[in-house]
């Protein structure tokens, strides 16, 4: 499924992310084609159902059971990351997103960041003046993860926040999806 | 009215019994927008001071506009009279009458704020410290977006925006601050929307 020579490069890997504050790594070219075509054949196809609460966040979720289920428990995938984050991965939580024009999330002092890591799998090419980076702030610093169709982002949450970037009318009929994988 | 408030506002706006009417009986939550709220003049010249004024961009997860420092820190002549006078006791008092809330002399956090294409802010409340009424006195509307939305409230939460107040020049917004004034300002899809926002207390 992952590009070999990101599988061969794993160590490299693990040195860009531990250097980076947050600690984070932007992949791109991740999945092999076939596999890639294959995934958002099938994302095409899910339904997608509206999740909005005003004051909190805006976008459509995707079913796409076989998806869910791939990404939650293939173990390459988590041997990979795994390696990256130096540490061993009990459960990841898949959740896919649509995000259009008008779409957003805050940050919520009720909302605590879940799990210890996330990663970010891309499926749309992207204008950062659209709006709709996820935001990651640390500190002083703020980093905007800007979607590119193949893109894989991991990041680190410990003392993280993060929030999808309102997107703005300029985007039009142009969507981001993205598989979310909550890491614990 | 006092001298001071007479001389900024058109009487023929503020009528207390109308505006009080519509204030208690407007839904979501209490709200009214009043019309050509300053004298004609007034209005020209604080329109031109604010637009001189220093903007700044602020951005963050729930809003992205320019915004000034607080006006009570304002240099220009106009802008001081002008929070002098939303701050008198007079003033205060005709907006303790229109909205049947107790409120003492004086305004806070008082910025100005330019909203440009792309520039919008998320659904919220106000509530914080001592904010009793908000206000929004429209500078320049923006010619297509920028409208306040007001949302009905379900659960604890904001459901779904019922009204939007498109923004009129001259005209002045005032709501009651609340656990149900949940509000947004849509985003400005064309023209910059200028206006002053602060709260009584």
Redesign the interface.
């Known amino acids: 499924m992952i590009h070999p020579q990101y599988q061969a490069q794993v160590s490299d890997m693990q040195k860009v992310f531990s250097m980076q504050a947050p600690k984070y790594v932007v992949l791109d070219e991740f999945l092999q084609k076939d596999e890639l075509k294959r995934i958002e054949a099938l994302l095409k196809k899910a339904k997608r159902k509206e999740q909005y ?4 966040y805006r976008y459509h979720q995707v079913f796409a059971k076989d998806i869910i289920k791939f990404f939650e428990t293939d173990s390459a995938l988590r041997s990979f990351m795994g390696m990256i984050l130096g540490k061993v991965i009990k459960e990841i939580k898949i959740n896919i997103l649509e995000l259009s024009a ?1 779409d ?4 919520h002092d009720k909302n605590k960041e879940a799990g210890s890591a996330e990663f970010l799998l891309f499926f749309s090419e992207w204008d950062a003046a659209y ?1 709709g980076a996820r ?1 990651l702030i640390k500190d002083d610093e703020k980093i905007p993860v800007v979607s590119k169709r193949n893109r894989f982002v991991l990041f680190e949450k410990k003392g993280v926040q993060s ?1 999808w ?2 997107m ?3 985007a039009g009929k142009n969507k981001i999806v993205v598989i979310q994988g909550i890491i614990k | 009215m006092k001298n001071h408030v007479a001389s900024w506002i058109n009487p023929k706006a503020v009528e207390i019994k109308k505006v009080k009417h519509s204030f208690s009986k407007a839904k979501p939550f209490p709200h009214v927008l009043i019309k050509n709220v300053l004298q004609a003049e007034k209005f020209i010249a604080l329109k031109n001071a604010v637009s001189k004024e220093k903007f700044m961009e602020k951005e963050c997860d729930l809003f992205h506009f320019l915004q000034t420092d607080e006006l009570k820190f304002s240099k220009n002549k106009v802008i001081q009279e002008w929070y002098e006078l939303f701050g008198s006791k007079e003033f205060v008092s005709l907006i303790a009458q229109c909205t049947n809330i107790k409120l003492a002399p004086g305004v806070m956090d008082t910025f100005a704020a330019v909203y440009a294409p792309t520039h919008f802010l998320l659904c919220h409340d106000d509530r914080l410290q001592k904010r009793k009424v908000a206000f929004i006195l429209y500078l320049e509307p923006s010619t297509q977006g920028g409208a306040l939305e007001l949302f009905t409230k379900k659960n604890g939460h904001p459901a779904r925006p019922v009204k939007k107040v498109m923004p009129l020049e001259n005209s002045l917004m005032i709501f009651e601050v609340s656990g149900s004034s949940f509000h947004a300002v849509e985003e400005v899809r064309k023209g910059n929307r200028m206006s002053i926002g602060g709260w009584f207390h």
């Not at chain 1, 609460?53 to 909190?56: A, E, L, S, T, V």
């Not at chain 1, 957003?104 to 940050?107: A, D, E, F, N, R």
């Open positions: 609460i005003p004051d909190q008008q957003y999330s805050v940050l709006g935001m929030y970037q309102y703005n009318h300029k």
